[in-house]
């Protein structure tokens, strides 16, 4: 039995992509992210002297404000603030810049589901934009579960309202600058399919999360050729305009 979507498209289907850098002028770095009417924008500030308090100052230190469409932050926002700490500290080289803070500012415009995928995405490109050191890109993704069984990737607000569970994935974009010297496996599991970032919300099996793994990974070539078409459209303006 397959999955009926209201959008028509396939299980494994993401929606449209799009992204704009250096769109603000006041950050260091600054991009903007959709997935079909998911829209984020991203800003970063940094890196600054000092180091917040109980950070350790002998490393890079960096923040994220998360910023709604509309009200207060709750504890929702507070935990994809969170998740999105921790997500850049993985990606970035913390020790290029010691005793530094860097400000990633998130701004969401509109939410129609796989929101902090989106946001993770878009403070990417806004990091690479910025210039930060990185050990490497990183490409999230929102994989759900269906009462069915079936895995559901990129879901809009209205699917993610019916899915029993799902999961969002942080994939590394790239293998080579993530792989140890002289090797291609670590633990036996090739380091292409390493996470990054893990993180749950409702119930599902352990088989049904290594379906979400398998099927999510599977989707990141897409979302990595996205980065690199746009990125190398990126430098190539930037060389024209130079």
């Not at 069915?148 to 990129?154: H, I, R, S």
């Amino acid at each position: 039995m397959e999955i009926d979507r209201v959008d028509g498209r396939t299980p494994n289907q993401l929606r449209p992509l799009a992204c704009s850098r250096n769109i603000l002028h006041r950050p260091h770095g600054s991009a903007s992210w959709s997935q079909g009417d998911t829209k984020v924008l991203a800003a970063v500030y940094g890196p600054k002297a000092g180091t917040k308090k109980n950070e350790n100052a002998e490393k890079a230190c960096f923040e994220v404000i998360w910023k709604p469409k509309t009200g207060q932050i709750g504890k929702v926002e507070k935990e994809c603030e969170m998740i999105l700490k921790r997500t850049i500290q993985s990606i970035c080289v913390l020790t290029v810049n010691p005793n530094t803070t860097t400000s990633v500012i998130i701004q969401v415009v509109h939410d129609d589901g796989s929101l902090l995928p989106c946001a993770i995405n878009a403070a990417c490109a806004a990091l690479v934009d910025a210039g930060i050191p990185m050990k490497h890109l990183a490409v999230a993704i929102c994989c759900c579960l269906a009462d069915n069984g079936y895995v559901v990737l990129d879901p809009n607000k209205l699917e993610e309202k019916k899915m029993s569970a799902f999961a969002y994935l942080v994939f590394p974009n790239t293998t080579l600058s993530v792989l140890p010297e002289g090797s291609s496996v670590a633990e036996g599991e090739p380091v292409e399919h390493g996470i990054i970032t893990s993180v749950t919300h409702g119930v599902m099996s352990v088989d049904d999360y290594f379906l979400c793994v398998e099927n999510g990974h599977a989707a990141t070539a897409s979302l990595s050729a996205f980065f690199r078409k746009n990125f190398q459209q990126s430098q190539r303006d930037s060389s024209k305009a130079g």
